[in-house]
């Protein structure tokens, strides 16, 4: 009776901070509750926390793992595994009109059992801030309505006007004057099962904290398996576009890698343009770089940096197939009749920028070995390897077996 009289004054202290900001109000429920608070979303990813030690700062939450059901099953003891600390405690669900918007966690360096006043505390506050989480949902998915059908029209080149554009970003605190570049990324095998949609709804979280915490506005719409992200220029940056855009992809993919290991995330780069009627390019750019570098196995392939690729990219297949086998049948027949893999030594060789040294440390040969070895290929291709000429035709030829997976 003693605990319950408490409710009043609880219920009192949190409307009251219900009215402030997550961050206050979670702040608050640790002040109640003398423990470390931790709220995350419905992907585990952590909104807001608030510990009591200055030292402990969570970045990103690697795990969370259920230890244990508490008697009332709103209540289960949890591991919480953070990019610096490991936390325990008894964490229960937020949830809005049956729908899970969350998870609030009290944790603490030792687990004790959950206080009727602490549960109580926790009850109370998934309830305010599922409606504080909600709210924030439907504004977000208000704002939808209207930047979704503006960015489909300016990614797909749907709008001429530059100061309609201009105009029309401001809206959103967009600012399309400067420099802008799109990036895609994609799930790779993506079907449209739940499950695949939810991944892309992370994606697209994900991509939106990345650049929220590198204090980029979050342009990014997510259609289909994609999920594409205009950056713009920031005039305090001192780092280019070009080098902000690769680093924002790599964190991204790292991050996707992390959580979603048996899945392949994988993002496109286009190129950088002054005029917003042009983000269109930018992004068309963005999706042939990705498939180029699906199929060369580049990790974050930039547009601009696709040379040959680009053209052979368009070319006409049954072309490229002739090709190859011009430029490198003879030795492709050879290994196939002698059981030999004078095409792997050609390939390694033309890989490693046709170095005699480098490629017979990549391939465990010595420097010999490797020079008997090209002069056979020589007189098996009945031509000259040292030729530019040749040496361009071999690269090339090697690009179209794999983009073309001969």
């Not at 219900?18 to 979303?41: A, C, E, R």
């Not at 990036?183 to 650049?211: G, M, P, Q, S």
Request: hydrophobic share 40%; glycine share 2%; proline share 2%.
């Amino acid at each position: 009776m003693e605990q319950s009289a408490c409710i009043p004054e609880i219920a009192t202290e949190l409307t009251k901070a219900s009215h402030q900001n997550l961050t206050y109000f979670i702040q608050k429920v640790s002040d109640l509750s003398g423990k470390d608070v931790i709220l995350t979303n419905n992907h585990n990813q952590l909104i807001t926390s608030a510990l009591k030690d200055p030292n402990h700062i969570i970045g990103s939450i690697m795990a969370i793992q259920q230890l244990e059901q508490h008697k009332d099953p709103s209540f289960s003891l949890y591991e919480l595994i953070t990019d610096s600390y490991v936390y325990r405690g008894w964490g229960t669900v937020v949830a809005y009109d049956n729908k899970i918007l969350g998870y609030l966690y009290l944790v603490d360096s030792e687990v004790a059992k959950l206080e009727v006043q602490n549960q109580t505390l926790m009850s109370l506050a998934s309830l305010l801030i599922a409606s504080k989480l909600q709210m924030k949902l439907e504004i977000r998915q208000e704002k939808l309505k209207f930047k979704e059908p503006f960015l489909f029209d300016l990614l797909y080149g749907n709008l001429k006007q530059k100061d309609d554009i201009l105009e029309h970003a401001k809206v959103w605190n967009w600012d399309f004057s400067l420099q802008q570049s799109v990036l895609v990324f994609t799930l790779k095998d993506f079907n449209h099962y739940a499950t695949d949609k939810k991944l892309l709804n992370k994606l697209l979280y994900i991509v939106e904290r990345t650049v929220v915490e590198r204090r980029w506005e979050p342009i990014a719409m997510k259609r289909g398996n994609q999920v594409s992200l205009i950056l713009t220029t920031k005039k305090e940056e001192q780092k280019s576009l070009k080098d902000c855009s690769r680093k924002i992809a790599e964190i991204v993919l790292k991050e996707m890698h992390r959580q979603e290991p048996e899945r392949f995330f994988s993002c496109g780069i286009g190129k950088t343009y002054n005029d917003p009627r042009d983000l269109f390019r930018s992004f068309q750019e963005a999706k042939v770089a990705l498939e180029i570098g699906e199929l060369l196995d580049i990790q974050v392939p930039y547009f601009e940096e696709l040379g040959l690729e680009r053209i052979l990219y368009k070319h006409d297949t049954q072309d490229l197939k002739e090709y190859y086998e011009t430029i490198l049948g003879k030795m492709i027949n050879y290994d196939s009749i002698h059981n030999t893999d004078f095409a792997e030594t050609l390939e390694a060789y033309a890989n490693n920028q046709f170095d005699m040294i480098t490629t017979a440390q990549a391939l465990f040969l010595h420097k010999n070995t490797l020079r008997y070895r090209l002069k056979k290929i020589e007189d098996i291709l009945e031509y000259k390897l040292d030729d530019i000429n040749n040496r361009l035709n071999v690269t090339a030829a090697f690009k179209i077996k794999k983009m073309r997976k001969i």
